[in-house]
C-alpha cells in the first residue's frame, strides 16, 4: 500500500447524541459499520463532522449538566498536510489527536496536540484527513473543479495543473497592477500641467532659509534712507566736526591729564584710557560718515524688494507654510510627483513585458495540460464505462468532453464537462442534470475507484452508498470497495450482507435501554459474530442454517 495521505486511526465520543462513551479503532483497508435503522450508526459521522470543524451547540449534550468530547486520532502525511501546521506555527506531528470539547453551556474549543486551535484550522485539515461521500456530495459532479482534479489525476497532470496556476495566478496579479499603473498614469494626465505649474512657480523664485527677514531688514532701511543719512551724519559731526565736537573737548581732556601723569602712576593710566578712547571715537566717527555717505535712496530697488517679499509671503500663505525650510520642502514634493509621473510610462513599459512574459507561460503549460488531458479520456471514459457495467449499467455510456477556449482561464485553455446516457440511444447529456439519484452514486463511486490508483487519497467513509440497489449490483459495489481498500483506508455504512461481507473490519453499531434511556454502543466484531451478523441481514431475523452457510461463503468470497 503507498503512503496515505491520511488514516484516521481512533475515534472518541463522550457524552454525544446516544453516546454516554465509545471508544473504537479504525485499521487500514476497508472497514463496513452494520447496525439496525436508527442504531446510531450516523452519530458517528455527526461526531467527525464536529471534530473536524462543524458548528456545535447544546442539543449534541446526551447529558446536558456534563461537557461533550470528541477525540480523533489521525496518522498525517507531512508532504500533504505540513503547510497548515506551518501557517498557523504549529508543531507537525504524523500522529496527531484532534480534540474538541462542547460545555453545557454551549461554548467549544478545539485543541490540535493539545495546542487550542481555531475551527478554521480543523476545517483546513478536514480537506485533506477524511472525504466523507453521501447523497449530497454527488453535486461535486457539476464543480468544475472536481472534475478537473479527476481528469488531471488520472493524466499524471496534477503537478503540472498546479504550476500552470501559479503562472495564470501571477499574469493576474500582474494585470491588476499594471491597470492600477493606468489608472494612476489617467490621474496623472489630470493633475500633472497643475502640479507642473506650482514647482515651475517655486523653481522660478530662488529663495533661501532667512530670506525673508533679510528682504524686510533691508526695505525698511530703503524707506527711512534720508532719515538714517542724516542721524548717521549727526553723530559723526557730533564726534569729529563742529564747533564744540566730542573728539576736540576729549583731545583737551587728555592734554590736561597729560601734565599731571607725571605725579601719580594712576593719571597716567587715566591719559592712556582716554587715549585709547579718542582712537576708538575717530574711528568711528569715520565710520559713519563713510556710512552715511553710501547711505542711498534706490527707488528701484526697494521696489524689487517689496514685490519679492510679497511674492515669499503669497507663495507661503498658498501652500500653507511659515516658513522659507516649509516652502523648500513642498517643493522638492512638487517635484517627487513630477519624478514619479515621468516613471510611471517606465512601470507601464515594464508592466507590459512582464505580463506578456507570464501570459507565455500560461499558454505553454495550458497547452501541454490540453494535450496530456486529451491524451487520457478515451482510457478514462473505457474504464468508467466497464465499471459501470459490472455496476449493472450495461447501457450507461460516461463520455468526458473537452473544448478548447480562445484563452486561458483557471483551468488552462480547457473547458471539461462529464456527459452521460444511461439508455440506448438516448443522447448525451451533462452528467448531473440527467443521472438519478443511484446513477450519480455510481459514477461517484467509480470515479474514486480510479482515483484511489492515481493519486494520494484520505480516509474515504460511505455512507450508504447502496441504497437502492440490488443484492447482484451491492456484490458488485462490494468489489469496488475492497479493491479501494488495497489502496487507502475505506469505512463503508451499509445495510448489505454482500458488502459488509467484503469488510476487512467490521463494526457493528447497537442500541440498548437502561433505567434512563437508550444508549448507543459499537464494537469490533469477531469472526464468528461477523457470519451471525451477516446471517441476520441476510434473513432480516433470526438467522436460518442457510443464512449462515451463505454468511459463510459471502465471507470466505
Known amino acids: 500500500m503507498r503512503p496515505l495521505c491520511a488514516m484516521l486511526r481512533k475515534l472518541y465520543i463522550r457524552n454525544f447524541a446516544l453516546i454516554r462513551e465509545m471508544d473504537v479503532a479504525f485499521p487500514k483497508g476497508l472497514t463496513v459499520i452494520t447496525g439496525e435503522t436508527g442504531a446510531g450508526k450516523s452519530i458517528f459521522l455527526e461526531a467527525l463532522g464536529l ?28 508532504a500533504v498536510v505540513g503547510s497548515i501546521f506551518e501557517e498557523h506555527e504549529l508543531d507537525f506531528e504524523s500522529n496527531a489527536i484532534i480534540r474538541r470539547e462542547i460545555s453545557s453551556e454551549g461554548k467549544s474549543r478545539s485543541f490540535l496536540n493539545d495546542s487550542l486551535v481555531s475551527l ?82 517655486l523653481n522660478e523664485e530662488p529663495f ?57 602712576s ?9 587715549n585709547s578712547a579718542i582712537i576708538e ?13 553710501s547711505v542711498s535712496l534706490d527707488p528701484a530697488r526697494l521696489e524689487w524688494l517689496n514685490e519679492k517679499t510679497d511674492r515669499l509671503n503669497r507663495l507661503m500663505k498658498k501652500h500653507g507654510v511659515t516658513t522659507e525650510t516649509a516652502l523648500m520642502a513642498e517643493k522638492e514634493k512638487l517635484e517627487q510627483q513630477l519624478v514619479q509621473f515621468s516613471s510611471l510610462a517606465e512601470h507601464i513599459e515594464k508592466g507590459n513585458k512582464a505580463i506578456e512574459k507570464a501570459y507565455n507561460e500560461c499558454v505553454k503549460r495550458a497547452e501541454e495540460l490540453s494535450r496530456k488531458r486529451a491524451g487520457v479520456l478515451k482510457q478514462l471514459e473505457e474504464d468508467m464505462n466497464t465499471l459501470l457495467r459490472d455496476l449493472s449499467m450495461p447501457n450507461a455510456r460516461f463520455v468526458a468532453e473537452l473544448n478548447h477556449n480562445p484563452e486561458p482561464n483557471s483551468f488552462g485553455f480547457d473547458e471539461l464537462r462529464f456527459m452521460f446516457s444511461a439508455n440506448k440511444g438516448s ?57 479501494m481498500g488495497s489502496e487507502l483506508q475505506v469505512i463503508s455504512i451499509t445495510h448489505l450482507p454482500q458488502i459488509a461481507s467484503k469488510g476487512k473490519h467490521h463494526l457493528f453499531v447497537y442500541k440498548q435501554d437502561d433505567e434512563k434511556q437508550t444508549n448507543s454502543f459499537i464494537k469490533a466484531l469477531t469472526k464468528e459474530e461477523r457470519v451471525n451478523e451477516i446471517a441476520k441481514m441476510l ?19
Open 51 to 78: 471534530v473536524l470543524g462543524k458548528r456545535a451547540d447544546t442539543s449534541a449534550l446526551q447529558d446536558k449538566s456534563q461537557k461533550c468530547i470528541i477525540e480523533a486520532e489521525f496518522e498525517l502525511n507531512k
Open 120 to 201: 478554521t484550522v480543523l476545517k483546513q485539515l478536514a480537506d485533506h484527513v477524511i472525504d466523507i461521500h453521501s447523497q449530497h456530495e454527488t453535486l461535486l459532479l457539476g464543480d468544475t473543479q472536481f472534475r478537473f482534479d479527476i481528469v488531471d489525476a488520472f493524466a499524471g497532470t496534477t503537478e503540472l495543473y498546479s504550476t500552470y496556476y501559479k503562472h495564470w495566478q501571477e499574469h493576474g496579479r500582474l494585470l491588476k497592477q499594471q491597470q492600477a499603473w493606468l489608472d494612476q498614469e489617467q490621474q496623472a494626465k489630470k493633475e500633472h500641467d497643475y502640479i507642473q505649474f506650482l514647482f515651475n512657480e
Open 208 to 264: 533661501r532659509e532667512g530670506d525673508l527677514k533679510a528682504f524686510e531688514e533691508e526695505a525698511a532701511a530703503l524707506e527711512n534712507a534720508g532719515y538714517i543719512k542724516s542721524q548717521l551724519g549727526l553723530a559723526s559731526q557730533i564726534l569729529s566736526t563742529g564747533e564744540a565736537h566730542v573728539l576736540s573737548a576729549l583731545t583737551q581732556a587728555r592734554q590736561a591729564l597729560g601734565t599731571v601723569a607725571k605725579f601719580k
Open 266 to 274: 594712576d593719571y597716567q593710566t587715566y591719559t592712556e584710557r582716554l
Open 281 to 293: 571715537l575717530k574711528d568711528l566717527a569715520g565710520e559713519l560718515e563713510r556710512e552715511a555717505e
Open 427 to 483: 443522447d448525451f447529456k451533462e452528467l448531473q442534470k440527467v443521472a438519478s439519484g443511484g446513477e450519480l452514486s455510481r459514477v461517484m463511486l467509480s470515479l474514486k475507484s480510479l482515483l484511489a490508483g492515481k493519486k494520494q487519497l484520505p480516509t474515504i467513509i460511505f455512507d450508504e452508498i447502496d441504497t437502492g440497489v440490488s443484492g447482484d449490483v451491492a456484490a458488485k459495489i462490494g468489489n469496488i470497495l475492497e479493491k
Open 539 to 557: 434473513s432480516a431475523g433470526t438467522p436460518t442454517t442457510s443464512a449462515l452457510k451463505n454468511a459463510k461463503e459471502l465471507l470466505n468470497g
